[in-house]
């Protein structure tokens, strides 16, 4: 259903009070439709969240637009972020990101057919002191090796819930 | 490794510090606070951090006490302090290791700005894939509130402040500060025409300052132990401690606390250990990708706001990146100017198309297809984008480029087309 639960709905209220305006609660609403919906924002609520925070569709298909964590389609169920930027990529990140495609035959941007796994090559994450790292879902993982890459894929075909 | 002069990691360089309420308590945390509210006018606040010269660790250095002085008084709207904690600029980290392991030296700041200049709602804007770090900033919060130091009547003291968490959604631009409060209203980020500053039309069209997670985490210390005392840290007109985020091929990577002054040299060799696998420096970059990079041949700078500043580049946030004699900088101007065009926010033509024109330049010089004449092209569509946008991003994103082809312009020949 296009339509937050009482719960979820509870939260937003609690958002609203929070800013001068409820359009000002935009991003973390959005933040809450991704978290309801299996990390994305599928066809529809775009047209609830702009009734819900009083202001149009096209500023919100607009700020989806905008920001890089705002997806319109499925991630995978581990979503798997490389970060490639200046330093990280010059040390080692770029290797990572190379194994990583050829051990998931995805490139970035791509989601597995099983929904398993999706992959994106992102810029500095705030943590380049432990390059090469990788973040899956909310996790980091810092100075990954090839061998924990691998664990870590291994251990999530074993338990894909 | 060379000593650190504690004052922001006193309490985390502690073995066993927890950085939860009672341990921040405990190492005489709230003290300032409590000072500030019971025998303080926010004017004094003010005006203490004027005296220390205190300047903004975000970037820019500006002076932190001037900028809340432009606060204006008698508007009739209230007024906000919006904390900075987007740290987004590559090769920099030192926010988040406050954020994560010491999050009450910052908020104790924040509410004293605060008070400082009569806000009662205050923002902290987080990085939207900091999400462990965010989660984990909301509990210190609510912690706040529970016991007291955040809600009403802080400390008997009739001062109110609310404290709201407000999470990104991953666009590098939005560290820029009116990028920010749009992104804060739920718009897309992108920078407002200056004038009017934020102090006079920020978040919500109201008096607002922008502050960054480090700059505020220096006032416990400031009400605590004085400007002066603050003042006697560090080079003349750059007081204080800062926190450098070393990366890059080293040694040992991670965060010092410095006074500022310190010189590069000392940075790499006393505090970092050094160049990895004992190979030879080649290139620095000392203050994130927006800065630009200096050689092996100039490292005896002292690490401030002004002495780097005369060397023709600048500290930045604090984002020292070192590489070493195999590093190729053809390729490192490629990962630095693709950083940027993924980051553009599309708003000025110069920085959205210059960005993407220098990215396929330096790619076809990646390719070994590179020349003379295109390599004076880089340079003069890089030149194109300084001075000419709405916000400084375009001359972060050109400068850098420039001086990677004068500085290194033998690694560029490298790629020629035979
Ligand atoms: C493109 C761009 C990105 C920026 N990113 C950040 C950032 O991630 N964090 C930050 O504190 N300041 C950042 N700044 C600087 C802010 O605009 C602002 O000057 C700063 O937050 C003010 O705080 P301060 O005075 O305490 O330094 C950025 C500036 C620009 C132009
Ligand atoms: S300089 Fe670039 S980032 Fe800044 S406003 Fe213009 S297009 Fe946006
Ligand atoms: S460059 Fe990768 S975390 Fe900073």
Same mark, same amino acid.
């Given at each position: ?61 607009g ?28 040390c ?8 990583l ?22 810029q ?12 899956i ?25 | ?10 309490n ?11 341990s ?32 903004g ?10 900028k ?8 009739g709207?209230?007024? %906000? ?33 605060? %008070? ?10 987080? &990085? ?10 909301? &509990? ?47 718009? &897309? ?148 100017? !693709? ?45 194109g ?17 420039r001086?990677?082809?004068?500085? %290194?312009?033998?690694?560029? !020949? ?5």
């Amino acid at each position: 259903m296009t339509k937050f639960d009482k719960k979820t709905m509870t939260e937003v209220r609690a958002l609203f009070k929070r800013y001068a305006v409820k359009v000002h609660a935009l991003l973390p609403v959005l933040h809450l439709v991704q978290r309801e919906n299996g990390g994305y924002i599928p066809e529809g609520w775009a047209h609830y969240v702009a009734e819900l925070c009083q202001t149009t569709v096209n500023h919100v298909r607009g700020v989806i637009t905008f920001y890089n964590m705002f997806r319109t389609e499925p991630p995978g169920k581990y979503h798997i972020m490389v970060c490639t930027s200046v330093p990280c990529g010059l040390c080692g990140g770029d290797k990572v990101l190379e194994h990583l495609e050829h051990r998931l035959n995805l490139a970035p941007g791509q989601t597995s057919k099983d929904g398993l796994f999706s992959l994106e090559e992102v810029q500095c994450l705030a943590a380049c002191d432990k390059a090469p790292l990788i973040q899956i879902n909310a996790e980091v993982h810092e100075r990954v090796t090839y061998d924990q890459i691998d664990a870590l894929i291994e251990e999530a075909y074993r338990k894909p819930a | 490794m060379a000593k650190e002069k504690l004052l922001l990691l006193k309490n985390i360089r502690e073995a066993n510090y927890k950085g939860d309420l009672d341990s921040y308590r405990k190492t005489g945390g709230f003290t300032a606070l409590e000072k500030v509210l019971s025998a303080m006018k926010p004017e004094e606040v003010v005006e203490a951090v004027k005296d220390s010269g205190l300047r903004g660790r975000g970037g820019a250095g500006f002076p932190t006490g001037v900028k809340w002085g432009f606060m204006p008084k008698g508007t009739g709207k209230p007024a %906000y302090l919006v904390c900075n904690a987007d740290e987004a600029e590559p090769g920099t980290f030192k926010d988040h290791l406050l954020i994560n392991e010491d999050p009450f030296l910052f908020l104790e700041g924040m509410i004293m700005g605060c %008070y400082a200049i009569a806000c009662h709602h205050g923002y902290i804007y987080i &990085r939207g894939e900091s999400i462990k770090s965010a989660e984990h900033l909301q &509990r210190a919060i609510d912690s706040l509130y529970k016991e007291g130091l955040l809600g009403k009547n802080i400390f008997n003291s009739g001062y109110d402040l609310e404290m709201t968490l407000h999470r990104g959604a991953g666009a590098y631009i939005c560290g820029e500060e009116t990028a920010l409060l749009e992104s804060l209203e739920g718009k &897309r980020g992108q920078p407002r025409v200056k004038p009017p500053f934020p102090a006079v039309s920020g978040y919500n069209a109201c008096p607002t300052t922008v502050n960054n997670v480090e700059t505020l985490a220096n006032l416990p210390f400031i009400i605590n132990e004085g400007a002066e005392a603050f003042k006697a840290l560090g080079t003349p007109n750059n007081s204080g401690t800062h926190l450098v985020s070393i990366s890059g091929h080293i040694n040992q990577p991670g965060v010092y606390e410095v006074e500022m002054g310190v010189t590069i040299r000392e940075l790499i060799d006393d505090y970092a250990e050094g160049v990895r696998d004992g190979k030879k420096l080649k290139a620095l970059i000392p203050g994130g990708a927006s800065s630009n990079v200096l050689t092996a041949d100039e490292i005896d700078i002292p690490y401030d706001f002004d002495s780097l500043m005369k060397a023709g580049t600048m500290m930045g946030s604090a984002a020292l990146m070192v590489f070493d004699e195999d590093t190729d900088i053809v390729e490192l101007a490629y990962r630095t100017i !693709r950083f940027f065009n993924h980051e553009s926010c599309g708003q000025c033509t110069p920085c959205r198309e210059g960005t993407n024109w220098l990215k396929h330049m330096i790619r076809d010089f990646m390719d070994d297809n590179g020349n003379g004449p295109m390599l004076e092209r880089v340079d003069r569509v890089a030149e194109g984008m300084i001075g000419t946008t709405l916000c400084p991003f375009g001359d972060a994103a050109g400068a850098p480029i420039r001086i990677f082809v004068a500085k %290194y312009a033998a690694d560029f !020949r490298n790629h020629f087309a035979q």
